[in-house]
T-cell receptor, first 114, second 114 residues
C-alpha cells in the first residue's frame, strides 16, 4: 500500500523554483523521507532524504513540516534536464534496512519548459 | 555516489529464448540486491530480493522458475528471463544495498522480445 501521496503531474518554467509536495500522514517516528527521480529510460537517482530537519544539498532542498505529515522537495532553479518523475518514499534508514527494498508509488511527473 | 552497473543496457531476443541480465556494484559490497520491472508509463515494481549465497525471495505474482536470480558474489547478481515472450518486454532495473543500508540503482536494461 502506498504510504505517500503525490500529485500526478506538475509544470514549471525553466529558471523558476519547482516545489513538489508529498503527503505522508502515517509516517512513523523512525521513518525518513526519501526523494528519488527517474529521468526517462534511466534508473532512479537519489536526490535527498531527511528525518525531521530541513535538508539541503547541491541538488535540492527538503522541507519537512513540524508534524512530519508532509514535505516539499524544492529544486531552486529548474532546468530542462530536471524533467523527470519524482518519487517520495518513506522508509526506515540504517544498516539493518539493507535487506528492505524501496517501494515506489506513482510519483509526480515534473515537466520543465522554456 | 556509489555506482551500480547493468549489462546489457538493451537487448532484443526472439520469443522462446532466454536472456541474462547482469547487475554489478562497482565500489561496494552488496549483501542484498533487488530486481525491479517497469512497464511503459508505470512505476517500478519490485520483482525479487536477491541475497548473496541464498535463494532469492520473489514478490507475489512473479514466477521464480521464469525469472531466475543468482547472487553468487557480493558484487554481482544476475537475472535470467527464461523462455521469454513478448509480454516480458520491459525495462528491468536492479539496485544494490550498501553496508549502511542506502540503495543505489543501476541504469536499467531494456528488453524487447519479438
Amino acid at each position: 500500500d502506498a504510504k505517500t501521496t503525490q500529485p500526478t503531474s506538475m509544470d514549471c518554467a525553466e529558471g523558476r523554483a519547482a516545489n513538489l509536495p508529498c503527503n505522508h500522514s502515517t509516517i512513523s517516528g523512525n521513518e525518513y523521507v526519501y526523494w528519488y527521480r527517474q529521468i526517462h529510460s534511466q534508473g532512479p537517482q537519489y536526490i535527498i532524504h531527511g528525518l525531521k530537519n530541513n535538508e539541503t544539498n547541491e541538488m535540492a532542498s527538503l522541507i519537512i513540516t513540524e508534524d512530519r505529515k508532509s514535505s516539499t522537495l524544492i529544486l531552486p532553479h529548474a532546468t530542462l534536464r530536471d524533467t523527470a518523475v519524482y518519487y517520495c518514499i518513506v522508509r526506515v534508514a540504517g544498516a539493518n534496512q539493507a535487506g528492505t527494498a524501496l517501494i515506489f508509488g506513482k510519483g509526480t511527473t515534473l515537466s520543465v519548459s522554456s | 555516489g556509489a555506482v551500480v552497473s547493468q549489462h546489457p543496457s538493451w537487448v532484443i531476443c526472439k520469443s522462446g529464448t532466454s536472456v541474462k541480465i547482469e547487475c554489478r556494484s562497482l565500489d561496494f559490497q552488496a549483501t542484498t540486491m533487488f530486481w525491479y520491472r517497469q512497464f511503459p508509463k508505470q512505476s517500478l515494481m519490485l520483482m525479487a530480493t536477491s541475497n548473496e549465497g541464498s535463494k532469492a525471495t520473489y514478490e507475489q505474482g512473479v514466477e521464480k522458475d521464469k525469472f531466475l536470480i543468482n547472487h553468487a558474489s557480493l558484487t554481482l547478481s544476475t537475472l535470467t528471463v527464461t523462455s521469454a515472450h513478448p509480454e516480458d518486454s520491459s525495462f528491468y532495473i536492479c539496485s544494490a544495498s550498501s553496508p549502511v543500508g542506502e540503495q543505489y540503482f543501476g541504469p536499467g536494461t531494456r528488453l524487447t522480445v519479438t
